[in-house]
């Protein structure tokens, strides 16, 4: 098992979650986690990082996958402008790979921000720390888990 992929199992554990860690062959899209679990890609909440352009921070934005992250919006959301975080910047700041990023068990605290189309569905999907591991929670609990603030930041949606 990956350090990544025990980080989040073990903040999951100390968080009183019983949840199943799914490994699936590939889910580093929204879309190839969809197929994977056979659900809608908007069940798919896509960890999406901005860095900072003023503090050099990274800044996290749960989405749907269905939806867009609109750089302008979310940097209003974040109070700052936001520029693309390198792969580098998001390993060293989360302890995370780019398509593996979870909502929990970040080696730094991260200011995130919640997509609320996320909590129109029974069950979402996110990353459990490598682009093979997924798990399943109500909505509601990932927003609360993450740390997280719904916000509107997200541009017209490409699926629903």
Partial sequence: MSKSLKRVARALQELNLDVDIKEVSQ?????????????????????????????????????????????????????????????????????????????????????????PHLLTFDLIYAAAGTPRHLFGLNPQKMLEISGAQPADFTAQSRLM
């Fill in 27 to 115: 889910a580093r899209t929204a879309q190839e986690a969809a197929d994977s679990l056979g659900c809608s890609v908007a069940q798919i909440a896509n960890s999406i990082i901005f860095l900072g352009q003023r503090s050099g921070r990274v800044f996290l934005f749960l989405t749907s996958g269905a939806n867009r992250v609109d750089a302008d919006k979310a940097g209003s959301v974040a109070g700052e402008p936001l520029g693309k975080a390198d792969a580098a910047i998001i390993r060293a700041q989360t302890g995370f790979a780019i398509g593996g990023v979870a909502p929990v068990g970040h080696l730094t605290p991260t200011l995130a921000w919640f997509d």
